[in-house]
Antibody, heavy 115, light 107 residues
Framework: EMQLVQSGAEVKKPGESLKISCKGS????????IAWVRQMPGKGLEWMGI????????RYSPSFQGQVTISADKSISTAYLQWSSLKASDTAMYYC????????WGKGTTVIVSS | DIQMTQSPSSLSASVGDRVTITCRAS??????LGWYQQKPGKAPKRLIY???SLQSGVPSRFSGSGSGTEFTLTISSLQSEDFATYYC?????????FGQGTKLEIK
């Protein structure tokens, strides 16, 4: 069974750094793109960016370029989303999803940024 | 960026009703569009891919149509478990973009 398992909820303070993860199984992780999607509380879905784990080719939405870093470690079938300095406005649910077509989704990671 | 305009933003309907949701793309996207269902507190679930292909395991009352700039998701006979929020996604051109969502509520 193909699945994406995301890391657990995080509570952080503004200015702190954070890296959340998404581990794939049940398919060839390195050969399928992984996308990240943000959902702020009570709001819709926002496409953040996408990475191809085999060569780390990465594309960002202009809205998120420079705000986050997407990376992957194909040796452990894991993709990452990271922030160097969190803001309160980063409070959201973050999902990873497989391929351009987002056929398989992780359950999401809640990130709360509050002083 | 390609803008996806989804309508309506909300919809009240009854069990058994036929419902149609529309997404319009600001430029042609061939059939590079998917439809997703999201229930409260859950991850989105893909219903339709390539604009009109039904995801395995999804009931046949769901159907998609369209190509180019205009797309529709139709639920032929609403069931209680269909009350949720629905999104379209274009994956033709970076950055990929979602529609604003349609919240389907019980009348």
């Amino acid at each position: 069974e193909m699945q994406l398992v995301q890391s657990g909820a995080e509570v952080k303070k503004p200015g702190e750094s954070l890296k959340i993860s998404c581990k794939g199984s049940g398919y060839s992780f390195r050969n399928q793109w992984i996308a990240w999607v943000r959902q702020m509380p009570g709001k819709g879905l926002e496409w953040m960016g996408i990475i191809y784990p085999d060569d780390s080719d990465t594309r960002y939405s202009p809205s998120f370029q420079g705000q986050v870093t997407i990376s992957a470690d194909k040796s452990i079938s894991t993709a990452y989303l990271q922030w160097s300095s969190l803001k309160a406005s980063d409070t959201a649910m973050y999902y990873c999803a497989r391929t351009h077509y987002m056929d398989v989704w992780g359950k999401g990671t809640t990130v709360i940024v509050s002083s | 960026d390609i803008q996806m305009t989804q309508s309506p933003s909300s919809l009240s309907a009854s069990v058994g009703d036929r419902v149609t949701i529309t997404c319009r793309a600001s430029q042609g996207i061939r059939n590079d569009l998917g439809w997703y269902q999201q229930k409260p507190g859950k991850a989105p679930k893909r219903l339709i891919y390539a604009a009109s292909s039904l995801q395995s395991g999804v009931p046949s009352r769901f159907s998609g149509s369209g190509s180019g700039t205009e797309f529709t998701l139709t639920i032929s006979s609403l069931q209680s478990e269909d009350f949720a929020t629905y999104y379209c996604l274009q994956h033709n051109n970076y950055p990929y973009t979602f529609g604003q969502g349609t919240k389907l509520e019980i009348k």
